[in-house]
C-alpha cells in the first residue's frame, strides 16, 4: 500500500518489530476507533505490541501484498489493525494509569503523617496524580473512598497502641490523627463494634 491511498494501516517497515502507520486525518465521517489512533499518532507514543498481535498484523500485511488491488481485503486489514491498536492503547493507558497508583506509597505517606489531617489532595500528591483521578482510582481499585482508610488506618493503629497499654485514650486519640476523644470513641465504635475502653478490657 502506498502513501497516496486512503488508508489506515502503511506496513510494517525493514525492522519487524516496528509498525509505522500512515493515517489520514479524522473526518466527521470517520470511525471512533480512528479518531483516537489519531489523537495517539500526534503524540508520537511509543509502545510495545505483543506477539499475537505481532504475528496477525503480519498474516495481514502478508494477505495485501498478495492482493494489492483488492480494496475491500485492504480496507477489512485496515479496520482489524485499527480494532487491535484501539484495544491494545487501551489497556496500555490502563497499565501506565495503575503503576502510578502506588499503594504502598500512599500506606506510607499514611503512616508518616498518621497525627494529622491527612486530605486527599494530599494523598493524590504523594503518588503524583491529580486529585479527581485518584480518588476514581482510589474508590475503583479498593472500593472505598481515600477518607474511609485513611480512617480504618487510624483505628487499625489505635488498636495497635491500646493493645500495648502504655497510653491512654486521650494520647492514643492525638496519635492516631482524631480531633478529640469522643470523634475517637465514635469511630472506633463504629468500625469495631466496641468502644475503645471495652476494646482495652480484653487486653487487661
Same mark, same amino acid.
Given at each position: 500500500?502506498?502513501?497516496?491511498?486512503?488508508?489506515?494501516?502503511?506496513?510494517?517497515?525493514?525492522?519487524?518489530?516496528?509498525?509505522?502507520?500512515?493515517?489520514?486525518?479524522?473526518?466527521?465521517?470517520?470511525? !471512533?476507533?480512528?479518531?483516537?489512533?489519531?489523537?495517539?499518532?500526534?503524540?508520537?507514543?511509543?509502545?510495545?505490541?505483543?506477539?499475537?498481535?505481532?504475528?496477525?498484523?503480519?498474516?495481514?500485511?502478508?494477505?495485501?501484498?498478495?492482493?494489492?488491488?483488492?480494496?475491500?481485503?485492504?480496507?477489512?486489514?485496515?479496520?482489524?489493525?485499527?480494532?487491535?491498536?484501539?484495544?491494545?492503547?487501551?489497556?496500555?493507558?490502563?497499565?501506565? @494509569?495503575?503503576?502510578?497508583?502506588?499503594?504502598?506509597?500512599?500506606?506510607?505517606?499514611?503512616?508518616?503523617?498518621?497525627?494529622?489531617?491527612?486530605?486527599?489532595?494530599?494523598?493524590?500528591?504523594? !503518588?503524583?496524580?491529580?486529585?479527581?483521578?485518584?480518588?476514581?482510582?482510589?474508590?475503583?481499585?479498593?472500593?472505598?473512598?481515600?477518607?474511609?482508610?485513611?480512617?480504618?488506618?487510624?483505628?487499625?493503629?489505635?488498636?495497635?497502641?491500646?493493645?500495648?497499654?502504655?497510653?491512654?485514650?486521650?494520647?492514643?486519640?492525638?496519635?492516631?490523627?482524631?480531633?478529640?476523644?469522643?470523634?475517637?470513641?465514635?469511630?472506633?465504635?463504629?468500625?469495631?463494634?466496641?468502644?475503645?475502653?471495652?476494646?482495652?478490657? @480484653?487486653?487487661?
Amino acid at each position: 500500500m502506498t502513501s497516496g491511498l486512503d488508508h489506515a494501516f502503511g506496513g510494517i517497515v525493514d525492522q519487524p518489530d516496528i509498525l509505522v502507520l500512515n493515517m489520514p486525518l479524522p473526518s466527521d465521517d470517520d470511525p !471512533v476507533l480512528l479518531q483516537r489512533i489519531n489523537e495517539l499518532s500526534k503524540s508520537n507514543t511509543y509502545f510495545q505490541l505483543d506477539i499475537q498481535i505481532q504475528k496477525l498484523i503480519q498474516m495481514l500485511v502478508a494477505e495485501m501484498k498478495s492482493s494489492p488491488d483488492d480494496l475491500l481485503l485492504s480496507r477489512a486489514c485496515n479496520d482489524t489493525v485499527v480494532a487491535l491498536l484501539q484495544r491494545h492503547i487501551s489497556e496500555l493507558k490502563t497499565s501506565l @494509569r495503575d503503576s502510578r497508583f502506588d499503594l504502598a506509597q500512599i500506606d506510607r505517606y499514611i503512616e508518616q503523617h498518621l497525627a494529622h489531617k491527612i486530605s486527599v489532595a494530599q494523598l493524590a500528591g504523594s !503518588v503524583f496524580l491529580a486529585e479527581s483521578q485518584f480518588h476514581m482510582l482510589f474508590k475503583e481499585q479498593l472500593g472505598i473512598t481515600p477518607h474511609q482508610y485513611v480512617l480504618n488506618k487510624r483505628v487499625d493503629a489505635a488498636k495497635r497502641l491500646i493493645e500495648q497499654g502504655n497510653l491512654n485514650l486521650g494520647q492514643i486519640a492525638e496519635l492516631t490523627g482524631f480531633s478529640g476523644q469522643s470523634t475517637f470513641t465514635h469511630a472506633f465504635s463504629r468500625l469495631q463494634g466496641v468502644s475503645p475502653s471495652q476494646y482495652r478490657k @480484653r487486653f487487661s
